[in-house]
């Protein structure tokens, strides 16, 4: 079955440092992959994503990610993280049906920043 | 322009009331979505509407759930006979295609008491 795991519940960085948050898909299609974030009360905002051609995609923010296949990985980047970035993570792979992509989302990373 | 926006943003029902969350999708999005958000827990899919037919509601968890979006635009989620385990965020998602990126509302948080 389909499904996004997202190994850290929670991430502790300090501001300025840079920021790294692991996600692993597991689909048999070639997968169209997403990243939003989340602040609280807030619905998700789309910070990324990834269909096809490069595999390293800019986002917003001054967010990246990198699709690697060969590990079903799509790890989202900073080099160096705002007080502002605090918030949950979400990743999610797009599960190809008949006529509409189903989105299946990990369960979350939460996001501090140490002043 | 206008987002998605959703109503009433907080809720609250005693065990057993029915409830109906309310969405309102960007203007001329063909796709609708619905996602419960548990505590502490990534969105989940509820069910899938392209215009105004209900194309997936494998995600509904019980038949007390129900969604309509009988014009192709403002949808509706009810909920009948609420119980606790269905306090948790509903999240309304639309998208100009079949397949593209969603836009999330900001969702209705629901508490069963």
């Known amino acids: 079955a389909q499904s996004v795991t997202q190994p850290d519940i929670h991430i502790t960085v300090s501001e300025g440092a840079s920021l790294e948050l692991r996600c692993n898909y597991s689909y048999g299609a070639t997968p169209y992959l997403f990243w939003y974030v989340q602040s609280p009360g807030q619905g998700l905002q789309l910070l990324l994503k990834y269909f096809s051609g490069d595999t390293l995609v800019q986002g917003i923010k001054g967010f990246e990610a990198e699709f690697k296949r060969s590990q079903s990985s799509f790890n989202l980047r900073k080099p160096s993280v705002h007080w502002s970035d605090a918030a949950e993570y979400f990743c999610a792979v797009a599960v190809s049906k008949t006529s509409y992509d189903k989105v299946i989302f990990g369960p979350g990373t939460s996001l501090s920043v140490i002043p | 322009g206008a987002g998605v926006s959703q109503s009433p943003r907080y809720k609250v029902a005693k065990r057993g009331q029915d409830v109906a969350l309310r969405c309102d999708p960007i203007s001329g999005h063909v796709s609708l979505f619905w996602y419960q958000q548990a505590l502490g827990q990534g969105p989940e899919f509820l069910t899938y509407f392209q215009n105004e037919a209900q194309l997936d509601k494998s995600g509904l968890p019980s038949d007390r759930f129900f969604a309509e979006r009988p014009e192709g635009s403002v949808s509706t989620l009810k909920i009948q006979r609420t119980q606790q385990e269905d306090s948790a965020v509903y999240l309304c998602?639309?998208?100009?295609?079949?397949?593209?990126?969603?836009?999330f509302g900001p969702g209705t948080r629901l508490t069963v008491t």
């Open positions: 998602a639309s998208s100009p295609i079949t397949r593209s990126s969603q836009y």
